[in-house]
């Protein structure tokens, strides 16, 4: 017997699911590797290391969650591949952001 909490969910909805996962997922990562950036020696700017890393977390929680609703309510959670960013390095912390 199906957990009464779980319910299944529409079939056209679960693409965009995925979809949405995948994007936090990107938005994470490129969100992360801007953290290290200003952690340097040579960039002492805490702050922003501190403000990536925080968002960066916060991308990954936006990304459990969904992941677990889509689980939830009967569906499958299939993850694609990240690309690298095409930037590691920015001029600025305003261009970071």
């Known amino acids: ?3 009464k909490g779980r319910q299944n969910s529409h079939e056209e909805s679960k693409p965009s699911f995925t979809n949405r996962i ?6 994470l990562y490129q969100t992360w590797v801007r953290s290290p950036t200003y ?6 700017l805490k702050g922003f290391s501190k403000f990536f890393k925080h968002s960066a977390e916060e991308e990954l929680e936006h990304a459990e969650k969904l992941m677990k609703y889509q689980i939830l309510r009967g569906g ?6 990240i690309n690298r960013p095409a930037h ?5 912390p305003l261009a970071a952001i």
């Open 22 to 27: 995948n994007i936090e997922r990107m938005a």
């Open 1 to 3: 017997m199906a957990s």
């Open 39 to 44: 952690n340097r020696k040579d960039e002492p």
């Open 88 to 92: 590691q390095e920015w001029a600025t």
């Open 76 to 81: 499958r959670v299939v993850l694609t591949a």
